[in-house]
């Protein structure tokens, strides 16, 4: 048996920046989460080990925030940004604009990926995750993952590329 306080708890960030990529809206990933909190505490009987939870947690939070994207019928991302807490003085403004142009351009990108290859970019590149565990959790092989990523990666690749071209 699991212990939420142990198990699932401390899972909750995660979960939310997992809802906050799939539905760019603070408001509505906080409810998912605590939707899928519920959820996992309805079934705690079910899980058996914290991995097993783990896992479950995460696949009923993504499917929850999808279901979420899909009423909605919105693809569209408000870019709240958070100030630089330090400025690197050795950037010129020219420079400091290009890089947070590019960094605009990149999340964009990254917003209008299909939702599989979004989510293995999100699991693999910004939470770190090994590929085994994203398998796992999306219930497809290592390869797919691999692959998945790979055309993800290079589609932003490409379009980015595309776009910095643009005009010359």
């Not at 809206?25 to 906080?30: I, L, P, V």
């Not at 998912?32 to 909190?37: A, G, P, S, W, Y």
Request: glycine share 2%; hydrophobic share 35%.
């Amino acid at each position: 048996m699991i212990n939420f306080r142990d198990d699932v708890l401390p899972l909750k960030n995660r979960l939310y920046r997992l809802a906050l990529r799939i539905i760019p809206n603070t408001g509505e990933a906080e409810d998912i989460v605590q939707e899928t909190m519920i959820k996992v505490w309805n079934h705690r009987g079910e899980l058996s080990t914290p991995s097993s939870a783990e896992a479950y947690s995460i696949t009923i939070c993504r499917n929850m925030a999808l279901d979420a994207l899909a009423r909605k019928e919105s693809s569209n991302v408000s870019l709240d940004e958070s100030p630089y807490d330090t400025l690197d003085t050795s950037e010129t403004p020219f420079q400091t604009l290009t890089r947070e142009d590019s960094r605009k351009w990149v999340h964009k990108l990254f917003q209008q990926l299909p939702e599989k290859q979004r989510t293995i970019m999100q699991l693999r590149d910004i939470e770190g995750k090994p590929y085994k565990e994203i398998a796992q959790e999306l219930q497809i092989s290592e390869e797919q993952v691999k692959v998945t990523l790979f055309r993800a990666r290079q589609r932003i690749r490409q379009q980015f590329e595309k776009i910095d071209r643009y005009g010359l």
